[in-house]
């Protein structure tokens, strides 16, 4: 028998689905596809496919260099295609940090000032902590999709009806 | 005392009697007792009685789903042996039933469950555990992976039954908190992950920095996984929490949540079978294939079949009390309306 793993991208996906027995509804479970959603989405857009009350997991297409994020709990970030880099700053301005009842990311204006804290690069499967406090940028050559796990926030995108089975 | 189950629910009465009765003399199986429940097991089968009858189930399938109830702590809400047999988890007491979810049980009056406080419980169950697990066969491993559950009594496993997940604390990898999976460590390549890239990200951290920047290979901490259907913990966010686990064959139990759970399909395929949780009537059919993602509602039971190792990413809400406001209908049994 082959043992191949059957990985998938946004070249090379095949859907699965929701098969109802009797009188159930596909819509309650949510279903859909992350390479589809990032086929489908704008760059760096960040499209919650998984909600769970306020924490959410976030599909993002990754081209280019993304905007500068910081927030004020932790989040991580899982590339499910692509290689990706993460480039992080200490913000020097304490003041651009999200207050404590503003959860999810804020999105700042251009580079932050501050001290250069490192980088990371993920590639295929790899899974990066984005510590609180810290400022930081995707920077992805090729198309890539990352799952970003989160909370609820001001850069969060809901479109359930146009992401799900139902 | 034992109750019917909607009077165990609202008035509990927690029973602690449990004892270990002397080997079965045809077998030599220890005989375990809690409550009105005595456990006895054969070559073939494991036998129940209660006092309202008799449930009989395959030794090998009651192994494995009692490992995943025992090594979780009885986990989120309704561990389901099968259609009939079961626990639920209140998180200081645990219901033992028998055809409380079932609605032909339920119908006939023969449904039957009873409290006990989820300590005394769980030391009943591990014992029957390392007792009855003979040598040669892992109820964490795939089928084709180990030996046969069945038999006369024949040495122990407790290596593979007191196997520990890993739980992180916030992110693994961080110092401090649980380590990577390595060779060393003891957790080798899976045969059916031998593909898999065991490359790891390059983490560059700026001096005085060190320690606070972090990143690991989920995929090759997949691959390693020496066990199936057992999620560990990788990542935190508040309460959000990312189980990942690797998946082949059948999940042993049916898992009955008391809140919402999401599956995101990392590689290959999972094809689950949902059902009602009061009435194990069928609801339908979830095949998820790389990158899927779907949704378990908090009132559906399932059971996932897995035709090769693949890797799921399990995401839970670990937030306390979320049984309650679901139980109590606050909150809707779906993740999102629209």
Redesign the interface.
């Given at each position: 028998m082959t043992?191949?793993?059957?990985?998938?991208s946004t070249d090379n996906?095949?859907?699965?689905?929701?098969?109802?027995?009797?009188d159930?509804q596909?819509?309650?479970?949510?279903?859909?596809?992350?390479?589809?959603v990032a086929d489908q989405s704008t760059v760096w857009e960040r499209v919650v496919?998984?909600?769970?009350?306020?924490?959410t997991?976030e599909c993002v297409r990754a081209e280019g260099e993304s905007p500068w994020y910081v927030c004020d709990?932790?989040?991580?970030a899982?590339s499910?295609q692509g290689d990706i880099e993460v480039h992080?700053i200490?913000p020097a301005d304490s003041t651009v940090l999200p207050t404590k009842d503003h959860p999810g990311p804020v999105k700042l204006t251009g580079e932050p000032t501050g001290?250069?804290?490192?980088?990371?690069?993920?590639?295929?499967?790899?899974?990066?902590?984005l510590?609180r406090g810290?400022a930081y940028q995707f920077r992805a050559t090729n198309l890539g999709v990352l799952?970003l796990?989160?909370?609820l926030g001001d850069e969060s995108i809901?479109r359930?009806?146009g992401i799900?089975q139902? | 005392m034992a109750k019917s189950t909607e009077q165990a629910i609202t008035e509990p009465t927690i029973n602690n009697a449990s004892h270990i009765q002397s080997p079965d003399p045809d077998y030599g199986y220890e005989v375990f007792q809690i409550g009105s429940y005595t456990f006895r097991r054969d070559e073939y089968f494991v036998r129940v009685t209660y006092p309202k009858g008799t449930y009989v189930v395959d030794a090998g399938n009651f192994l494995r789903a009692m490992m995943r109830d025992v090594a979780w702590g009885f986990f989120y809400g309704w561990v389901n042996f099968d259609d009939v047999f079961g626990t639920v988890n209140h998180y200081s007491s645990v219901d033992v039933f028998v055809g409380s979810y079932n609605a032909g049980y339920k119908s006939a009056g023969t449904d039957f469950v009873e409290r006990f406080d989820a300590n005394k419980l769980l030391a009943c169950f591990k014992a029957l555990l390392s007792d009855w697990t003979n040598a040669g066969f892992d109820p964490f491993a795939a089928p084709l992976e180990t030996g046969t559950p069945y038999g006369s009594k024949n040495g122990n496993n407790d290596t593979a039954v007191n196997f520990q997940r890993e739980l992180a604390e916030r992110f693994v990898g961080l110092e401090g908190d649980t380590e990577l999976r390595t060779d060393e460590r003891g957790f080798a390549v899976n045969r059916h992950f031998s593909d898999v890239d065991q490359s790891e990200p390059e983490v560059h951290a700026a001096p005085g920095f060190e320690g606070q920047l972090s990143a690991f290979s989920l995929f090759r901490y997949l691959s390693r996984s020496p066990v199936t259907w057992n999620p560990s913990i990788v990542s935190l966010v508040g309460e959000s929490a990312y189980c990942p686990t690797s998946e082949e064959h059948i999940l042993p139990i049916q898992h009955g949540n008391d809140r919402v759970e999401w599956f995101l399909q990392l590689t290959d395929e999972i094809t689950w079978q949902i059902a009602d949780k009061n009435t194990a009537a069928p609801k339908a059919i979830v095949t998820m294939k790389a990158g899927d993602i779907s949704s378990m509602p908090a009132d559906i039971q399932h059971r996932g079949f897995s035709p090769k190792r693949s890797m799921l990413l399990v995401w839970e809400n670990m937030t306390p009390g979320l049984e309650l406001r679901y139980g109590s209908g606050e909150l809707p049994p779906t993740a999102a309306e629209f």
């Open positions: 043992t191949a793993t059957r990985f998938a996906y095949a859907k699965g689905g929701v098969e109802i027995i009797g159930e596909p819509r309650r479970y949510l279903f859909s596809n992350m390479f589809e496919v998984a909600r769970n009350l306020e924490f997991i709990h932790d989040e991580t899982l499910m992080f200490k001290q250069a804290m490192g980088w990371v690069k993920l590639g295929h499967g790899h899974m990066a902590l510590p810290a799952l796990q989160s909370i809901e359930w009806a799900c139902h | -």
